[in-house]
Each structure stands twice: as structure tokens, then as C-alpha cells.
């Protein structure tokens, strides 16, 4: 790839920092749109099983996958920081080690699908008929579970190059083909829940062939299949250190987000209803805000590559600086517009009536939490994932601390509040470590 051995020291400036964010907002402004055809094409049926059984399989596939998020997240930081630091070796044989993970990964769900798909309807049972129509779609969808791992390894190694706009055309493509196929064999072929798992099952191999073709540079010479550095100890060690500390600070973060919906579960239907149409406003957040956090996993990690301290700092002040615009943003379109946007996504008076009153929560979210993503993503690039899982244990703790004394006394908006509480943990437990991270950078 040109300009590799440079990368740390190209200029960080605020286009640069836009052509690595704005391609992924727009790619994850893409995502609801597929959960929304795969439940309007089923719903065409006429029957309500066809519709819960594809929401209950894409939830169980969803969730096992999930366990593989750190794949995307610890090539993105430790790729980028080879870039930086201009060894191109290594940046090739670091997706080569993503990719064998996730088919080692995928071949051991394929293999042991009778027990994951057991456990998963154990914990999760439905009615005989929803159940048989989703064990079904699973039994089609789990043969994708290579390639769906292997794309986080992809999309990883794309952000950490800055090709950002690959990941876009990736997700364009894959949910495009997956929408056609759905029309297709659900709509005119007439294969219901099995033609929906076909659709995706195909969408998933197509888009890992073409993200691999996408990050073809890796391929262009030997060291992708250098296999002593592919399978070199001490660099295994450390990409098992980074993504493990990573799984448990997502599984902690994960955790704190059901709690709260267990919580909220017990103040009553109408205010469960609420927070589910605010949490939307939540997932909007997130998915914005990501962009600009995933431009410093890529800037970080390659100033920190080629161990320049300056360049870092000006990679986390300038993605900040779009990260915080982005904020506001969203704040004020969440004030301005959340009461029409609660009421496209209910038609129950009494769920509008408790929306807008939780409404100030979901507005002031965006700028409560942009600390949160932009260290995250400062840290992810940096690959100080220890020091993220200990600030998430951290949090955590405030945050259970917060729900103890808030709910009681002030029900939801005790519940909105503690949320609050554990995203300015978050960034406060970052931030105090980041002079420790900066000093030791380089010079």
C-alpha cells in the first residue's frame, strides 16, 4: 500500500478525519433498514410465527456472534499501529490470524449447533411452531457463522487502513443483495422463513469474498502466508491479551444495558414501552457517534505506531472535535424532533405520553456519552485495552452504586439518571488515565 511506512506522520487534519467517519455513519445508517425488510417480507404471509421466528433466530445468531465483536476492534488497533509504524509485514499477517480465528470459530458453531441451538431455546423457549420454523432458519444461517466472524476481522483491517469507504460499499452490497434475495425467494419463490435464511446465508459469503477482495494490498505479497510470523507466539499472545480485555469490557457494558431493561421491566409496561422507543434514540447515538470514534482507533493506532506523541495528540483532539460537533447534533434533533420521532415509533397514547417525559434523558445522552466513545476509540487504537477493561470495572461499580440510591426514590428518571452516571464513569476513568497513555508515546 502507498504511503504505508508513513502513515504516522501524514497530517492529521479534519478531512482526513471526515473520510474515515463519515463512510461508517452512513454504512451503520444502513443497518435497520435489513431487520425491517426481513420482517416486512415474512409478514407478507399473513402468519405471526414466521415473524417471531425470525426475529428469535436472528437474536440467537446475533448474540453468538457478537461474542466475536473484539475481533473487529483488536485488528483495527493492532493493525493500524503496524501501519504506523510502517510494517507492512505485519499488518498482512494480522488479518491473516483474524480470518483463521473466525473459521476456527465458525467450523466449531457448525459443528456444535444441535447444543448451542438446545441452550439457546432453553433459555429463550417459544410456542412448538415458532420454535421448529426458527430452528429451521437457523439450521441455514449457521453455515454463514465463518464468514460473519471473518467480517469483523475484515472491517477491522479496513478502518485501521483508512478505507472506510470499503466498509460502506461492503455493507451496501451485502444488505443490498440481502434485500433482492429476500424479495425474491420469500416474495416470488414462496420459501418463507427458509428463504430468508438463504438470502442472508448468501449476502454473508458474498460480502466476506468481497471485503477480502477489498483488502487485497495484504494479499499482494508473501507476508499474509508467512506462516512463522502468522503463528508467532509472542505476537498471538498479545492480539489473545487485547481481544480478551476487550470481550470482558464489552461484556460488562453489555451487562449494564440489561440491567437496565430489567429494571425499567419492573416500573410497569407503559414505562418499558418508553424506554424501549427512547433506547432507539440510544442505538441512534451509538451508531453516529461510532464514526467518529473508529477515525481515532485509525489515527491513534498509527501514531502510535511510529511512536509519534504529537500526532497522537492531535488525532484525539481532532476526531474529539467532530465527536462533540456530532453530539450536539444529535441533541438537538433529539429535543427539536423526539416527540415526532416517539410518535412514528408508537401509536400507544400513554407510551408517547411517558416518552416525552423521559424525553430530556435521551437529549442530553449524546453529550453525556461523547467522552465515552472518543476514549474508547483512543484507547482501542492505542491498544490500551487493560486499562479499558479497568475503568469499565470502574464504572460498572459507580453504576450500580447510582441504580441503588436513584431508583428507589426517583423511578425511571432514576433509572435514565444512573444510565447517565455510567457514561460519565466511563469518561472519567479514561480521561484520567490519558496523560499516562500520551507520555508514554514516543516524543
Same mark, same amino acid.
Given at each position: 500500500m502507498t504511503g504505508t511506512s508513513a502513515a504516522g506522520s501524514e497530517s492529521i487534519s479534519h478531512k482526513r478525519v471526515l473520510k474515515i467517519a463519515l463512510p461508517i455513519v452512513l454504512s451503520n445508517a444502513t443497518v435497520p433498514i435489513l431487520g425491517a425488510v426481513d420482517t416486512g417480507v415474512?409478514?407478507?404471509?399473513?402468519?405471526?410465527?414466521?415473524?417471531?421466528?425470525?426475529?428469535?433466530?436472528?437474536?440467537?445468531?446475533?448474540?453468538?456472534?457478537?461474542?466475536?465483536?473484539?475481533?473487529?476492534?483488536?485488528?483495527?488497533? /493492532?493493525?493500524?499501529?503496524?501501519?504506523?509504524?510502517? $510494517?507492512?509485514?505485519?499488518?498482512?499477517?494480522?488479518?491473516?490470524?483474524?480470518?483463521?480465528?473466525?473459521?476456527?470459530?465458525?467450523?466449531?458453531?457448525?459443528?456444535?449447533?444441535?447444543?448451542?441451538?438446545?441452550?439457546?431455546?432453553?433459555?429463550?423457549?417459544?410456542?412448538?411452531?415458532?420454535?421448529?420454523?426458527a430452528r429451521a432458519y437457523l439450521e441455514i444461517r449457521i453455515w454463514g457463522a465463518p464468514a460473519t466472524i471473518a467480517l469483523y476481522a475484515v472491517t477491522g483491517w479496513l478502518i485501521a487502513v483508512e478505507r472506510t469507504r470499503g466498509v460502506f460499499v461492503l455493507q451496501i452490497w451485502m444488505n443490498g443483495l440481502n434485500i433482492l434475495l429476500d424479495l425474491w425467494f420469500v416474495l416470488g419463490l414462496g420459501w418463507g422463513v427458509e428463504g430468508v435464511a438463504a438470502a442472508t446465508l448468501i449476502a454473508e459469503w458474498s460480502g466476506l469474498a468481497l471485503g477480502l477482495w477489498l483488502c487485497r494490498d495484504a494479499f499482494a505479497g508473501r507476508q499474509w502466508r508467512n506462516w512463522?510470523?502468522?503463528?508467532?507466539?509472542?505476537?498471538?499472545?498479545?492480539?489473545?491479551?487485547?481481544?480478551? $480485555?476487550?470481550?470482558?469490557?464489552?461484556?460488562? /457494558?453489555?451487562?449494564?444495558?440489561?440491567?437496565?431493561?430489567?429494571?425499567?421491566?419492573?416500573?410497569? $409496561?407503559?414505562?418499558?414501552?418508553?424506554?424501549?422507543?427512547?433506547?432507539?434514540?440510544?442505538?441512534?447515538?451509538?451508531?453516529?457517534? $461510532?464514526?467518529?470514534?473508529?477515525?481515532?482507533?485509525?489515527?491513534?493506532?498509527?501514531?502510535?505506531?511510529?511512536?509519534?506523541?504529537?500526532?497522537?495528540?492531535?488525532?484525539?483532539?481532532?476526531?474529539s472535535q467532530w465527536g462533540v460537533g456530532g453530539a450536539i447534533a444529535l441533541g438537538l434533533l433529539f429535543w427539536l424532533g423526539g416527540g415526532w420521532l416517539i410518535d412514528v415509533m408508537s401509536t400507544s397514547e400513554a407510551v408517547r405520553a411517558a416518552g416525552r417525559d423521559y424525553l430530556i434523558w435521551a437529549a442530553v445522552l449524546p453529550l453525556i456519552s461523547v467522552a465515552s466513545y472518543m476514549f474508547d476509540g483512543i484507547y482501542i487504537g492505542a491498544t490500551w485495552t487493560r486499562d479499558m477493561r479497568i475503568a469499565m470495572l470502574q464504572s460498572v461499580a459507580i453504576y450500580v452504586v447510582a441504580l441503588v440510591v436513584l431508583v428507589p426514590s426517583l423511578g425511571n428518571h432514576g433509572l435514565w439518571a444512573s444510565l447517565m452516571v455510567l457514561n460519565v464513569a466511563r469518561g472519567v476513568t479514561l480521561g484520567l488515565r490519558y496523560p499516562r497513555l500520551e507520555a508514554q508515546v514516543g516524543s
Open positions: 415474512v409478514g407478507q404471509m399473513g402468519q405471526a410465527a414466521p415473524i417471531g421466528a425470525v426475529g428469535i433466530g436472528a437474536v440467537i445468531l446475533a448474540t453468538i456472534y457478537w461474542i466475536f465483536g473484539f475481533l473487529r476492534m483488536g485488528t483495527t488497533g /493492532l493493525a493500524a499501529q503496524a501501519r504506523g509504524a510502517g $510494517d507492512w509485514a505485519e499488518t498482512g499477517a494480522l488479518l491473516t490470524r483474524g480470518v483463521l480465528l473466525a473459521f476456527a470459530a465458525g467450523a466449531v458453531f457448525i459443528a456444535g449447533q444441535a447444543a448451542v441451538f438446545w441452550g439457546a431455546f432453553a433459555l429463550a423457549p417459544a410456542s412448538a411452531e415458532v420454535e421448529g420454523l512463522a510470523r502468522v503463528f508467532d507466539p509472542a505476537r498471538l499472545k498479545r492480539m489473545m491479551q487485547v481481544n480478551g $480485555d476487550i470481550m470482558i469490557r464489552s461484556v460488562l /457494558l453489555t451487562g449494564s444495558f440489561t440491567t437496565f431493561l430489567f429494571i425499567g421491566a419492573d416500573l410497569g $409496561d407503559v414505562t418499558l414501552a418508553a424506554n424501549q422507543v427512547l433506547l432507539q434514540f440510544v442505538e441512534i447515538t451509538a451508531f453516529a457517534l $461510532d464514526g467518529f470514534a473508529f477515525s481515532a482507533e485509525a489515527l491513534v493506532g498509527s501514531a502510535v505506531g511510529a511512536k509519534a506523541r504529537m500526532q497522537l495528540r492531535r488525532a484525539a483532539v481532532v476526531a
